[in-house]
């Protein structure tokens, strides 16, 4: 997927095809998205902030991307207080999930989640064990997020490695929060 200004390129590569997605009616930046594959859909999905606005668009997951014509941007109802830092490489996809990272004005860090069967947003803000005053990113490995913490940028070095653990069933039953377990510190 290549993503301009404010349009989405998607690559087929196994039949050498290229598509656009629908252009927006007005010219809004692309300020953050993510893309991810529903395999119990069998859909494609991406969500996307333009200006102000979150939209979704879905398409059917074939050899074809003409199934694309048909699909247009939905508009998503945002209840997220703040912005949302997510680019290219800020957005994890994970057991049904899109996850941007926050920074509080404070410097500490919270989550935003996009859950992609039930159109709705969350924030995730993170216990006191999780410093102020660091750069995040999130990982999916093996099904499971993980948070990771550096404490200088120059060196790049490894601080630490959070675990979600229940995060998904905290969500879907409507609960705002989630405690990260510490699995090393280096």
Same mark, same amino acid.
């Given at each position: 997927?290549?993503?301009?200004? =404010?349009?989405?390129?998607?690559? =087929?590569?196994? /039949?050498? $095809?290229?598509?656009?997605?629908?252009?927006?009616?007005?010219?809004?930046? !692309?300020?953050? +998205?993510?893309?991810?594959?529903?395999?119990?859909?069998?859909?494609?999905?991406?969500?996307?902030?333009?200006?102000?606005?979150?939209?979704?668009?879905?398409?059917?997951?074939?050899?074809?991307?003409?199934?694309?014509?048909?699909?247009?941007? $939905?508009?998503?109802? =945002?209840?997220?207080?703040?912005?949302? $830092?997510?680019? !290219?490489?800020?957005? /994890?996809?994970?057991?049904?999930?899109?996850?941007?990272?926050?920074?509080?004005?404070?410097?500490?860090?919270?989550?935003?989640?996009?859950?992609?069967?039930?159109?709705?947003?969350?924030? /995730?803000?993170?216990?006191?064990?999780?410093?102020?005053? +660091?750069?995040?990113?999130?990982?999916?490995?093996?099904?499971?997020?993980?948070?990771?913490?550096?404490?200088?940028?120059?060196?790049?070095?490894?601080?630490?490695?959070?675990?979600?653990?229940?995060?998904?069933?905290?969500?879907?039953?409507?609960?705002?929060?989630?405690?990260?377990?510490?699995?090393?510190?280096?």
């Amino acid at each position: 997927m290549l993503v301009e200004s =404010n349009r989405f390129v998607v690559c =087929n590569p196994s /039949v050498r $095809k290229i598509f656009g997605l629908p252009q927006r009616s007005y010219s809004k930046r !692309v300020a953050a +998205y993510g893309f991810c594959y529903l395999p119990s859909r069998n859909r494609h999905v991406i969500v996307a902030k333009f200006g102000d606005e979150w939209r979704i668009i879905t398409f059917l997951s074939t050899n074809n991307l003409e199934t694309l014509l048909s699909s247009f941007w $939905k508009p998503i109802k =945002n209840n997220l207080a703040g912005e949302t $830092k997510g680019f !290219v490489r800020g957005v /994890v996809f994970s057991n049904g999930f899109l996850y941007w990272t926050r920074s509080l004005i404070d410097g500490c860090f919270c989550l935003h989640c996009f859950d992609l069967y039930e159109e709705k947003f969350f924030t /995730v803000e993170c216990d006191n064990e999780i410093l102020c005053g +660091y750069w995040y990113s999130v990982s999916d490995l093996k099904g499971d997020l993980h948070l990771m913490a550096w404490g200088n940028l120059s060196c790049i070095s490894l601080n630490t490695l959070w675990k979600t653990g229940s995060l998904m069933l905290q969500l879907r039953r409507g609960l705002n929060s989630a405690t990260f377990t510490c699995l090393s510190r280096i």
